[in-house]
């Protein structure tokens, strides 16, 4: 499975962005998708998940502001994020494991980052 993260950008407080994270390969239907979230010299962070089922789970820090969904027909899932602060800022990935959870290392494939960018 190949991952390609996008929708990153420049925006301001307040703002809404739509991050996806298109995937090839087969058996995307059957993966829980994971957004993450890094900035240079820290750990990744975990956004939230969006199982196989549909079931989501987010970040304590997230829950209101980002909604993660999943479109199996396209192979793609989204991160919606609304209200978006400056300590939003860093680059976002993606990752696909059939048993993801909340642990970066529970991911078997991995999208490149999208910067998001959220200054006045």
């Known amino acids: 499975v190949q991952l390609q993260a996008s929708g990153g950008g420049l925006v301001h407080p307040g703002d809404s962005l739509r991050l996806s994270c298109a995937a090839s390969?087969?058996?995307?239907?059957?993966?829980?998708l994971g957004w993450f979230r890094q900035a240079p010299g820290t750990e990744r962070e975990f956004v939230g998940i969006?199982?196989?089922?549909?079931?989501?789970y987010y970040a304590d820090s997230m829950k209101g502001r980002f909604t993660i969904s999943r479109d199996n027909a396209k192979n793609t899932a989204y991160l919606q994020m609304n209200n978006l602060k400056p300590e939003d800022t860093t680059a976002y990935y993606c990752?696909?494991?059939?048993?993801?959870?909340?642990?970066?290392?529970?991911?078997?494939?991995w999208g490149q980052g999208t910067l998001v960018t959220v200054s006045s």
């Open positions: 990752a696909a494991g059939a048993y993801g959870n909340s642990i970066p290392g529970s991911y078997d494939y």
């Open positions: 969006i199982g196989s089922g549909g079931y989501t």
């Open positions: 390969g087969r058996s995307f239907s059957t993966y829980n």
